[in-house]
């Protein structure tokens, strides 16, 4: 039940000037106008101040993410060979399998500068992209199905971005109440699901690999869409860029989902919420032995409808709050522009 309390806050990250809000979904959800509103509020001002949010009692079960996970581990133990044939496919489709290496995650847009940069130090993790099932011209690289795991994996991920398309859809009714618009204002930006579920293994890592500074396991990098839920496993590693300059660890607490605003989001508000820089390092903490265990995340980048117009929000720019930034971009071409930089 939500609590009484419209206002009660508390912070999942305070330090070196970053806050990043844990916010109780519920009170959003099936809480009193007051307490939706207030929530909605609390919700916007994590994104205008740390571009992230933590949020607790949302609508994902646990023993939903739990079978994610397991699953998501197991498809990681297939043989390499097969895993190959289901190789990443276009910046546009932005679908299948990505061996350790292949992507660099970098802040740079020229793709002989990111490929420099992989070279010095590639991105130690391979993923497992998914899009929307059905998209013409897009399938989805599913494992063979003449096995009964395969059938098994397509049917949990397909259920689990349906799932996770629904939370963006509330997500984005909150920002559109807390910014004061209607309700539905994103609606009919979000109700196609073009989004990304990317699964992730970070192996083990030798500590000696780490001294080489440039060496993370997915380096700095914003998101380029309108919000990216992550789902973490207890291992740490996920840092966030504070207002200060320092990369401070977002710990995992168990039971919530990390959910940060995209480079999109940013441009619809005129950068009155913020698309914050964040990486994935070793864990913070200092482990027995030579190597560091391998860490389990699973992102669900959330994107505009690819033919969606992305247009300064009326109110966001103008008097005080300064020029329009951005010109009007076509969502599908800019994620296809990021991503053909990056891979």
Known sequence: MPSADPIAQTSAVDSDNLVIPLIDFSLFLTGTPAQRQATAAAILTGFQTAGFIYLTNHPISPSTLSTVFSTSAKFF?????QKHALAWTTPRANRGYTATGREKTTTLTSKEEVEKLRGAAPDLKESFEIGREGA????????????NDAVIFKDIMLNFHDECKTLH???????????????AYFDSYTDVGDNTL??????????????NKLQVRAGEHTDYGSITLLFQDNRG????KSPNGTFIDATPISGTVVINAGDLLARWS??????????????????????????YS???????????QIEAIEGTYGGDKGERKYAGINSGDYLEMRLAATY
Request: with cysteine; hydrophobic share 35%; glycine share 6%.
């Open 77 to 81: 133990t297939r043989p390499t060979s």
């Open 136 to 147: 013409e011209g897009m399938p989805n690289n599913w494992p063979s199905d003449d096995d």
């Open 169 to 183: 859809i509330e997500v984005m009714r909150a920002i559109a109440v807390g910014m004061g618009l209607s309700e």
């Open 198 to 211: 990317r699964l992730l293994h970070y192996p083990p890592a030798a500590k000696d690999m780490f001294k």
């Open 237 to 240: 590693g996920l840092q966030v």
């Open 270 to 295: 005129n950068d009155s919420i913020k698309s914050t820089l964040h990486r994935v390092v070793e864990p913070p903490a200092s482990t027995e032995g030579n190597t560091h265990p391998a860490r």
């Open 298 to 308: 699973v992102a669900y980048f959330c994107n505009p409808n690819f033919d969606s």
